[in-house]
């Protein structure tokens, strides 16, 4: 097979990440102008100005995760400071306690700061390692194929099979509540999504002139799978990414519900709606604002994928 | 044999393994306890004997090898035996099958507001695109999307049964008021028996939970069917049509819906999952005696032969409802190579 070293020459620079081409030549095989690095972010930014949605949600995010890393500093009070002379005290902005106390005089917003800890901690780690393990195992199974493949994708059916709450929910009654028990239990079948996507967006790409090019070139496939393929097809994969880690506060929330997520001493919001339903009647701010609290971020959340789903993957949106 | 029908054959038989793997996941489970099942399961009960607790062991097969174990465990359940469950000292089998109709009726409310909801809200949608209509309803779809089921259920037992009063907070029927158990679905037995006042009062209860667990379906459903709306109307045959000057309602309802709403079928087939994940939550918000509070409760009795048969139920039941909507698809769409 002849290359057209010039050819190569561009397809390697556009997969190395360089802005100094041209799109004068059409290549086949690729549709989308491939990841390289930071310097895409800001060209991210800037295509999402024109989703509002996506901005908003992106500011409440960050001040989550400012609350999170400095809860100490923005907390009023200890999250675990008991004061049973204050018990049940409502709500009114500008005092003491501006979301009021629950059942224990424990003050509500500074338990929710702290509680945002959890969440955020517990979302960044799942969609991260769920990331890392399906898509390395997505690479390898769709770019060699063949029995690992083979292997591989029936686990995977199998692990479908079950409604993920479910698995997790079995997974924890075995692992007991946890911290890391609940991220080996969500991480366990999260990767299985991210593994279907790579594999099949490197199936997709196998046969493009750039990685035909590439091996042409005498580049091995390790070399071929991280820095030709990786690149053309981490668009989706953040999208998925950033759309699961919602599903996943969500679900750790859930399990905190349950009593099943985090150990009690924890401040989680999952746990505190749980404390606080036995009190609705006389207090019905213990058990709504925590979820409030989680209902924002997910909403957020959710708002930046759709945005950057728009702007990075269309092919993802719903049709 | 058709081609369809030779489709459907292959697709039932390859959920066979599935099938079988899910069973196995399921018996591995048990096996996965850190430390021994019976120690665990009876550490908390105390007075147990050695000779009891050798025994106990014994009826788990926990003295045997774990390939015996397995063929021990899958000849059982062939027979129907599921196992034993020690805290409520019933077969695992009896505590189930009394909980399924709860959990079933509750399912099947939701499904119907999801879709009596979702569907309309995404025909509307799409047919007044970019209206206020579509605009508060994609807005509202999805805030249903990213809310979770226990706190939505949280604020409707504020408002609607603490609040407001219309609405009982928890259980599936007022006490005494339970028509004759036939079908063990309140509502269908009510209905039989012609029991006015007893189909009101368990529609009262199952309004709450339903809602709670059919919310997120129903924005599903909405913008899935808003979105192959959009496409449909778009489409030749709906412009031939209108050309032909087929009232706009007729060429809404009749050409473009009916071809719009094979996705959400697929859709509601995998939202299944979600409602049986949620089931748990919910039946443990509004006290439904259903299969989802059994699991949470033997979960912290520890009684593990409860927790495996249902979490195998769960799956089995997926699987199965995964498969059905295949098999329903490829006979709306026939042209669909599954």
């Known amino acids: ?319 | 044999m058709t081609r369809t029908q030779v489709q459907i054959i292959e697709r039932i038989l390859a959920a066979i393994p599935i099938m079988l793997g899910v069973v196995i996941l399921a018996f591995l489970f048990m096996r996965m306890i850190p430390g021994d099942p019976v120690d665990i399961m009876m550490g908390e009960a105390g007075g147990v004997t050695h000779e009891e607790m050798a025994s106990l062991r014994a009826q788990f097969d926990l003295d045997k090898s774990l390939p015996v174990q397995l063929v021990l465990y899958l000849g059982r359940l062939f027979k129907g035996d599921m196992g034993y469950s020690l805290q409520r000292a019933r077969p695992v089998k009896e505590i189930i099958l009394e909980a399924v109709p709860a959990t079933v009726e509750l399912a099947l409310f939701s499904l119907l507001f999801a879709l009596i909801l979702g569907i309309p809200l995404g025909i509307a949608s799409a047919r007044y695109q970019n209206s206020i209509v579509d605009r508060i309803g994609m807005a509202t779809s999805f805030l249903g999307i990213s809310m979770p089921g226990f706190w939505l259920g949280i604020i409707g037992i504020i408002v609607f049964s603490l609040g407001l009063g219309w609405l009982p907070t928890s259980g599936r029927i007022t006490y005494g008021m339970a028509p004759k158990s036939i079908t063990g679905l309140m509502t269908l037995d009510a209905l039989i028996t012609a029991n006015t006042g007893a189909l009101k009062d368990a529609l009262r209860y199952l309004a709450l939970p339903a809602v709670t667990m059919g919310a997120g379906v129903a924005a599903v459903v909405a913008r899935v069917t808003r979105s192959s709306m959009l496409e449909a109307l778009k489409t030749d045959y709906v412009l031939f049509a209108k050309a032909k000057g087929v009232p706009d309602r007729t060429v809404t309802i009749k050409h473009a819906l009916r071809n719009a709403l094979i996705p959400t079928v697929t859709v509601v087939g995998l939202q299944v999952g979600t409602l049986l994940g949620g089931n748990m939550i919910v039946e443990t918000i509004f006290g439904w005696p259903g299969l989802g509070r059994i699991v949470v409760d033997a979960i912290f009795s520890r009684d593990y032969p409860l927790v495996q048969a249902a979490v195998m139920v769960y799956a089995l039941t997926f699987v199965v409802i995964n498969l059905a909507t295949d098999i329903f698809y490829t006979y709306l769409n026939p042209k669909m190579t599954l």
């Open chain 1, 1 to 319: 097979m002849s290359v057209n070293a010039e050819h190569v020459d561009s397809l390697k620079r556009r997969s190395l990440g360089s802005d100094t081409y041209t799109l004068d030549t059409p290549v086949p095989g690729i549709s989308r102008r491939p990841w390289s690095g930071f310097r895409n972010i800001s060209g991210i930014l800037f295509k999402l100005k024109n989703h509002p949605g996506a901005i908003v949600g992106g500011f409440v995010i960050l001040a989550y995760v400012i609350c999170a890393v400095f809860a100490p500093y923005i907390a009023p009070h200890s999250p675990g400071e008991v004061a049973l002379a204050k018990r049940f005290v409502p709500p009114v902005i500008g005092s003491i306690n501006p979301l009021g106390t629950d059942q224990l005089g424990r003050d509500i917003l500074s338990r929710i700061i702290y509680g945002a800890r959890v969440s955020i901690l517990v979302g960044v780690l799942t969609v991260a390692i769920s990331m890392v393990i399906g898509v390395g195992l997505g690479l390898i199974a769709g770019y060699y194929q063949g029995s690992f493949d083979k292997i591989m994708s029936r686990f995977t059916d199998l692990l479908l099979a079950f409604p993920y709450l479910i698995f997790v929910i079995g997974a924890m009654s075995v692992l007991g509540p946890g911290f890391w028990n609940l991220i080996l239990a969500l991480c366990f079948k999260g990767w299985v999504e991210f593994y279907r996507l790579s594999r099949a967006e490197v199936m997709s790409q196998k046969a493009s002139e750039y990685v035909e090019a590439a091996r042409a070139l005498g580049r091995t496939d390790g070399a071929i799978m991280i820095s030709e393929i990786l690149p053309n097809i981490i668009h989706s994969i953040l999208v998925l990414g950033t759309l699961r880690m919602g599903n996943m506060i969500v679900m750790e929330s859930s399990l905190s519900f349950l009593g099943l997520g985090v150990p009690p001493s924890i401040p989680a919001w999952g746990s505190m709606v749980s404390d606080g339903r036995r009190y609705m009647l006389n207090a019905w701010w213990v058990a709504t604002l925590p979820g409030l609290a989680l209902v924002v971020l997910v909403l957020a959340i959710n708002l930046v994928g759709e945005g950057l789903r728009d702007v990075l993957d269309p092919r993802l949106k719903e049709n």
